[in-house]
């Protein structure tokens, strides 16, 4: 199993806890024998030296049995919190290069649940495996041996017994496992719709739906409270039994050997031993009893790491390192289909980009226009025909060495929690004050922000503090903290009004004059000084060419345009 693969790192710790262990049971199996022999030699011949001397070596073992049981358990803890804590990183690194449909595919809502209510499952049961499981086998055999070595005659009440807790066994595995899968189901449930709530609060409250929503969550925790009942119930009744087992043998025992005693068989320090031996023996196995409820959740919780874990990655990109910044890019008939889908999303594309120049793409929604986009970001690799970077297929080129060439900034921005200063350091950590005051200036984003330490301010987690508008420009002033040789900016101007728009295009020409542009815009007044304009429709290039180009003879450019007032040309 690849959830445990790495165990093996822990081996020093997990040698140590099994031999605290086993020094712990075997300190445990001592005493009893040590009590009867005080019983038996020394109250009976009312030897006090013995007695006291026995007595002391009792209190040692006892002492040492506390410090081993101690100790074991403290590394066990260590054992089962290291383990986890390396399986969260495992899983985060894992989701952390997963593509976008593959986040889709588990739900991200299970994924946190996996990353954390399941992780911490396996760290439960990592942490009875190694010192409940481990002493129960040798409690058990030890605990047998001396029973038997104690009295073979009642060694026998074990096996009148033991098919009892074996019916209790079985029935644990066969009624209790299969509702586990359902419980952790029923969970991923209500953290997806507690996800769905709250990112799609204004949503939920502009169409007043918030009745429904409550039902819906209602009848989800419903669900997982009555799965969690029925699981309950059955492990409740479960207890009492496997108590009335090990209570109803210990009374047969006693009353047997009372007999065998008065019989002389069997000496009183035997039978109090045996009676503990025989209660150590019964409790290893309802420990085990125990265990087994426990299994079939972690099974369900190991079932859902392992196929995060296991999760074929669609690899991106290849292997050759980008390492020139990016000076040409090519497209040359460029297909894309997205996963499973029967259509193509963009369709025998040819166009091409060099330092210097914009490149604007227009075209009406759903034409393709942030699919292309994304396989310059490569986060997937082109269908048929290429895309060339310098000249070389992108499918060949390191995914990061390409990313790290670009500055993007998405249709859809987000925001961390941070102040400006923070955000904008994501997109190059080596940004000084100077480069970060400058992009907020170009980005007509220091007319919002305080003049006393703009990088000081707070930004709410996804910029929610801000308008639309405001959080394009602190958007692109992200962008421009990096440098880069190629600049995309996906429908990044919409919400700006005409002024802001035309006052940054303006202040943008003077910084990207060596690089090479990408402007995705609904406006044509965004894109009309673009050296290049593609438009799309349908995934298909319906044209490429200037503004004056397009605006002579391409009939869908020229009605976008006079549709949006930009058909005369400018004064
Ligand atoms: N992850 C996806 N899986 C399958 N199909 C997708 C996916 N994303 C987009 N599509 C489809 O690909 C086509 C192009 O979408 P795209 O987002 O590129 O359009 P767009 O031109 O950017 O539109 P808009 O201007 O509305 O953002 C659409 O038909 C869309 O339904």
Redesign the pocket.
Known sequence: MSIFKDFKRYKILILTVLILTFANTIGELLLPKMMSQIIDIGVANQNITYILRLGAVMIGVTLVTIVVRGSAAYFSAKTSMLFSRDLRKRMFNKVNRMT??ET?YFSISSLITRTTNDVAQIEQLVLMALRPLARAPLTFIGGLLMAFTTSVRLSLVVFISLPFLAIVLYFVIKVVVPYFPRLQQALDHINLLLRQRLTGLKVIRAFSRDKQEEETFEEANERYYQIGLKVNKVMQTINPILMLILNLTIVITLFLGARYVQQGIMSIGALMAFVQYITQVLNSVIMVTRMMTMLPRSVASIDRINAVLNYPSRAVGGSDVLNDPITSVEAKDLTFY????N?P?LKQLNFSIHKGEVLGII??????????L?LFMQFYDPTEGQLLINGQPIDTLNPESVREKISYVP?QNYFFSESVRGNLFYSNPDATDEQMLDSLETAQATQFLPREKPLEKTVARGGSNYSGGQRQRLAISRALTRHASLYIF??SFSALDYKTDYELRLALQGKLDDTATII?A?RVATIRHANKILV?EN?QVQGLGSHDELMRNNQIYREIAISQGEGEEPK
């Open positions: 976008f449909d889709e997205y996963p499973d889908a259509r999303a075209g009406g929604t759903g034409s393709g226009k942030s699919t292309l994304k249709q996906d429908d995705v609904q799309l995934g």
